[in-house]
């Protein structure tokens, strides 16, 4: 079928939407779009088409190689049945994602979905897999509002002073919350707020971090899918401005062996549909939650073994996460705990009930968000079937606690692989091509690392993410 073959199927194209994006594109001299996905990998890649293009390909998509989604972090191609050299998907953008790149003058870019040639969904898309999540929370009558509280590390990549691989230079060696550390790379820091802020997104919070050269800097909360989004828009314009500005970032999970690693915090909460009253809020209990959200927490912390799976998806996530880092170590929860994996946040603002909500904090930027989002939804949405009791919460450091009184998360991406093909809810959501694939390209990650030092770990981790 020709590239000229509209896409029909249960998505179709808002034709208002697709005009506006070809007007702001005209206007604003855009020449080259990039249709943008997330591969089981983890890595952002996608195709561009010319401005000519444009209003064409925002029905036909772009032919993309199903065998992309069987190749892992290290562009090593895996066997997976369907996703070989026979067979094609088109990158089809949505236009409610347009945004100009502030870092890439002449350039545009769009969140795509990956669809079969006739415009239906294709079993192996994630961002299909996270509207399909959000579809089945809908169906038990909820909304889910999320936002990523991303670090990263920032500095220069240059040669290894005996030779071998390039490693990453910080670009500071400020204190954790140090006035030095926001003096040090400010200039950096303004030009990265104003280039989220021109694609949309809306920054709450920043600050220079523990490690050297390590930031924090999160945004606005949002609808599951938009969250989502945001959040690969965050990665690309992170890492498009520092090449701007001649420096190298990186969102990989460790990208330096001694220092703090780079986490990506999941804070999340259940509404109407209509948002308009917060689910897990109740100010009559102790620590102003509702039986929903502890059913949902208890969703959480059963699965939280094969969650990690996805959460931290990559080799390089499991040296983050170890007891008394504060990135969580432990299947458990607790209030405003940092060490559990689950910490019940304080209110905030006058209204109490509003602001209630969970962090996830084995949750890193190797992972597909799309992947690692929906499968969040479905845990939870499992302990809010089965009314799940999260047990009693932890109040200490789980460090302290007696051998096997709180289950220690896996040390490992293939034991959280392990993890995940024993759990049915969460292979059971992902399907058996998506699961194949995703175990298949994650199993060869694990394999290609073991054989290798820390050095190639760390040099391919934050050169990729």
Same mark, same amino acid.
């Given at each position: ?5 509209? =896409? ?29 996905? *997330? ?28 065998? =992309?989604? *069987? ?12 996703? !070989? ?18 870092? /890439?003058? !002449? ?11 006739? %415009? ?41 002073? #005996? ?28 030009? +990265?707020?104003?280039? +989220? ?30 969250? /989502? ?14 090449? $701007? ?11 330096? /062996? ?22 897990? %809020? ?19 912390? /059963?699965?939280?073994? *094969? +969650?990690? #799976? ?24 607790? =209030? ?16 109490? @009930? ?19 989002? !929906? ?12 009314? +799940? ?13 007696? @051998? ?11 034991? @959280? ?5 024993? &759990? &049915?809810?969460?292979?059971? #959501?992902?399907?058996?091509? $998506? ?18 030092? @820390?050095?190639?770990? =760390? ?7």
């Amino acid at each position: 079928m020709g590239d000229q073959q509209a =896409m029909t199927g249960p998505h179709p194209l808002d034709t208002a939407a697709a005009r506006r994006v070809v007007e702001r594109a005209d206007t604003e001299g855009v020449e080259l779009v990039r249709f943008l996905y *997330a591969d089981h990998g983890g890595v952002i890649r996608g195709k561009a088409t010319s401005r000519p293009r444009l209003a064409e390909r925002l029905h036909t998509g772009i032919g993309h190689t199903v065998a =992309m989604m *069987a190749m892992n972090m290290l562009d090593e191609l895996q066997d997976v049945e369907s996703l !070989g050299p026979v067979g094609e998907v088109r990158l089809v953008p949505d236009p409610a994602t347009f945004v100009h790149l502030p870092y /890439a003058p !002449g350039a545009a870019a769009m969140l795509a979905d990956l669809r079969q040639v006739d %415009g239906s969904a294709w079993p192996v898309c994630p961002r299909t897999f996270l509207r399909e999540a959000v579809a089945a929370l809908a169906a038990e009558g909820h909304a889910l509002v999320a936002a990523y509280e991303p670090e990263f590390t920032l500095g220069r990549r240059e040669p290894a002073p #005996a030779g071998g691989l390039d490693r990453l230079v910080p670009a500071d060696d400020s204190l954790c919350y140090s006035s030095v550390g926001f003096n040090q790379l400010h200039d950096y820091t303004m030009t +990265l707020i104003r280039a +989220l802020e021109s694609q949309g997104l809306r920054p709450e919070h920043y600050h220079p971090e523990l490690g050297h050269g390590q930031h924090e800097l999160s945004i606005r909360h949002a609808p599951a899918l938009r969250a /989502a989004d945001n959040h690969v828009v965050y990665r690309e314009t992170v890492r498009g401005v520092a090449a $701007r500005m001649s420096m190298w970032a990186s969102l990989a999970p460790k990208p330096l /062996a001694d220092q703090a690693g780079n986490g990506a915090h999941l804070h999340l909460s259940l509404w109407d549909p209509g948002l308009r009253a917060n689910a897990f %809020g109740d100010p009559s209990d102790r620590y102003g939650m509702s039986a929903t959200a502890y059913h949902f927490i208890g969703g959480l912390v /059963a699965h939280l073994p *094969a +969650l990690t #799976a996805l959460t931290c998806g990559s080799v390089n996530s499991f040296r983050r996460l170890t007891p008394r880092s504060w990135s969580s170590a432990y299947a458990c929860y607790g =209030m405003d705990n940092r060490e559990a994996a689950v910490r019940i946040c304080s209110p905030t603002g006058r209204d109490a @009930a509003a602001s209630a909500n969970l962090e996830l904090k084995p949750s890193d930027s190797s992972a597909n968000p799309y992947l690692s989002l !929906g499968a969040v939804i479905h845990a939870g949405l499992d302990g809010l079937r089965r009314g +799940l009791d999260p047990g009693d919460p932890v109040d200490v450091d789980p460090a302290t606690l007696p @051998a096997g009184r709180v289950r220690r998360l896996p040390a490992s991406l293939d034991e @959280a692989l392990d993890a995940l093909e024993a &759990d &049915d809810v969460l292979m059971d #959501a992902l399907g058996p091509l $998506r699961a194949s694939a995703y175990l298949a390209v994650k199993r060869s990650e694990a394999r290609s690392f073991a054989a290798q030092d @820390a050095a190639y770990e =760390m040099f391919h981790h934050f050169r990729v993410f």
